[in-house]
């Protein structure tokens, strides 16, 4: 069964870099399918893709997001990586990273970690 | 790009249907036949139900159905169950490897 699950601080401070790894784990992440992707849900509002990877390095990101965001994969670990600078109290939110098809289907997710920015 | 606008809530007593619309633009929900439904619990993590647009994924009740016209996909949840009561999200491809998120619904069971 494939599992997922996020890591990384629970706290970071206003203008510094927000990084997480989720791992995967039951199912290699080099699979021709899937794509890899990070989303998340601000304390009561709704979800927000963030961008997504396939395993060859390719990226895709939203545009609100994108002069912030870095996605990163290790093939050689199975996991891939998230990187958000310049972090200020908006984007405190639970981060989820997910397995998902081209076509949005997005059939496996992590438990998700909240990721608060204060000082 | 904007998120999909749905109604804040729905309800409905137990047996009976609800049904959520999930408002677009040709650009995202109007263009392609890519909108996936996701269910979610308090403190949970999004559970899909339904996707590209009305295919039901293994072990998800019959009771969920999906459609779609011009520019609204919508979400049937028919003979409701009490554990249906949950946050439902839109999602639609938005072209160039985009995706965007609905603004959720609430679903109470009476």
């Known amino acids: 069964q494939l599992q997922l699950q996020e890591s990384g601080p629970g706290l970071v401070k206003p203008s510094e870099t927000l990084s997480l790894t989720c791992t995967v784990s039951?199912?290699?992440?080099?699979?021709?399918?899937?794509?890899w992707g990070w989303i998340r849900q601000p304390p009561g509002k709704e979800l927000q893709w963030i961008g997504s990877i396939y395993y060859s390095g390719s990226t895709y990101y939203n545009p609100s997001l994108k002069s912030r965001v870095t996605i990163s994969v290790d093939t050689s670990n199975n996991h891939f990586s998230l990187k958000l600078t310049s972090v200020t109290a908006a984007d405190t939110a639970v981060y989820y990273c997910a397995r998902h098809f081209l076509t949005g289907y997005a059939d496996y997710w992590g438990q998700g970690t909240l990721v608060t920015v204060s000082s | 790009q904007s998120a999909l606008t749905q109604p804040p809530s729905a309800s409905g007593s137990p047996g009976q249907s609800v049904t959520i619309s999930c408002t677009g633009t040709s650009s995202d929900v109007g263009g392609y036949n890519y909108v996936s439904w996701y269910q979610q619990h308090p403190g949970k993590a999004p559970k899909v139900m339904i996707y590209?647009?009305?295919k039901r994924p293994s072990g998800v009740p019959d009771r969920f159905s999906g459609s779609k016209s011009g520019n609204t996909a919508s979400l049937t949840v028919s003979g409701l169950q009490a554990e249906d009561e949950a946050d439902y999200y839109c999602?639609?491809?938005?072209?160039?490897?985009?995706?965007?998120f609905g603004t959720g619904t609430k679903v109470t069971v009476l």
């Open positions: 590209e647009v009305s």
């Open positions: 999602n639609s491809y938005a072209g160039s490897n985009n995706f965007v």
């Open positions: 039951g199912g290699s992440i080099i699979t021709r399918a899937y794509y």
